[in-house]
């Protein structure tokens, strides 16, 4: 029974990305992922922020809690995922600079399928303690490259042939992407219930310190202009909750890895949620 929940919930987790991604394709102009692709300086900037302050404020905050091994897993595989869709509806809340935003989510999605794989080789035996929590780089890699690139690219290459077709399929496909996370989030709720429950304040603060971190690493980070550094912050800040739980669901299912990167990405969804309406309320008065 544990093997056919566990099955089901990798397969709604890998629907899910895959529509999320087309959707993300379908929004997207050429133009916008150039121009950011195009920065040299925007760019490494934006891989420094994500794939190294980011993970090093992660196992810095893992170890000073001394959180187990699997759950410190979960909470990792969550921090080394960048590119997430939510990206640029929250800088467009915070009245940031939303084509930087709408860039840097796809030049960070389609990174992330090549880097993830290789931080969490070797982050992740750093947080066990040995080599019980290694994972198959090359096996992880071809996960993303088909369930994420491959579909981001598609969606891309509809928006740039056939506009108006992609015009005619947003809605539906974004649609489509809120009804499967929904379904994806109540299915690991309703298997893994009792293991959210027992998620200690501690865990809390821990997350809440590791999304004002990646905030502050954003904002230190981003180009001159303060929409461009709102872009910059919220887009280091949301992790790709799609990317991460494939990542969890298929390399270590039905364990507390799954629940504590399902817990972080719910918490930072709200959290995040509340700093773009934040900023985006303040930013008549500046």
Known sequence: MTVSIDTLINLVVTTTLIEMMIAVGLGVTLADVLAVAGSGGLVARAALANYVCVPAAAVALLLLFRV????AAGFL???????????????????????????LMVVLAASSAFVAPLILYWLLPLMSGGDSLRVDAVKMFVTLFATQL?????GLAV????????ARLLKP?????????????????????????VIRPFGV?????LILAALAAGWALGTPGRGNRKAMAITTSVRNV???????????PGTPVVTATLAFAMFQTVVLAFVALGWGRLAPAS
Not at 82 to 90: H, K, M, R, S
Not at 150 to 154: D, E, I, R
Not at 159 to 166: D, G, I, K, N, V
């Open 173 to 197: 496909a974004s649609l489509l992407g809120t009804i499967l996370n929904l379904l994806m989030i109540g299915l690991i709720v309703s298997v893994q219930y009792k293991t959210l429950l």
């Open 77 to 103: 595989v969550a921090a080394v995922c960048p590119g997430a869709p939510y990206g640029p509806p929250f800088t467009a809340i915070a009245k940031g600079n939303l084509p930087v935003s709408v860039g």
């Open 159 to 166: 928006r740039q042939w056939r506009p108006s077709l992609a």
């Open 205 to 209: 603060v821990g997350i809440l310190l």
């Open 242 to 252: 799609g990317v991460s739980l494939v990542i969890a669901t298929s390399s270590f």
């Open 68 to 71: 187990q091994p699997m759950t």
């Open 150 to 154: 491959l579909p981001l690219f598609a």
